[in-house]
């Protein structure tokens, strides 16, 4: 009995994502698909009414992409490692919050041609995301 309700829950956990994977639009995979030859394990979320998310692995790291519901790239974001970022961002994250423990960083390239960095914090019981353009500056997002 056990084994056909662990069944019946994984065909509706199967058949759910699929069918949220289906909603879609056909420009915006369209436009992914092109952006990101060869993307596996992709996997969408609706970020507002207009606006789609793909999580996926993409030359062996994980990535996130947003679109416009017409197909339109906006940002993605992309791992990388404190070594990595820009001397001027290391150093005002320094300046401001040497210590802290990093949970997670990455860079965002944006469709009007910016980068900015996002460094995830531990602070206290929550999570911080400070995000910083190429010169250092902490931005709002």
């Known amino acids: 009995m056990k084994r056909i309700i662990s069944l019946a829950i994984a065909f509706i956990c199967v058949y759910a994502t699929g069918f949220a994977q289906s909603k879609i639009p ?18 969408w979320d609706k970020e507002n009414a207009h606006e789609y998310e793909a999580s996926f692995v993409w030359k062996g790291e994980k990535h996130s992409a947003n679109f416009y519901d017409k197909g339109e790239w906006l940002e993605t974001e992309s791992p990388t490692t404190f070594d990595q970022l820009p001397e001027k ?53």
């Open 89 to 141: 961002v290391q150093a005002a994250y320094n300046a401001s919050h040497k210590g802290a423990k990093i949970k997670a960083i990455a860079k965002i390239e944006t469709s009007k041609g910016s980068i900015k960095y996002e460094v995830e914090i531990k602070h206290g019981f929550r999570t911080v995301e400070l995000f910083y353009d190429v010169n250092g500056n902490e931005v709002e997002e």
């Open 26 to 43: 056909a420009d915006v995979i369209s436009v992914f698909n092109e952006k990101f030859p060869e993307a596996s394990n992709v996997k």
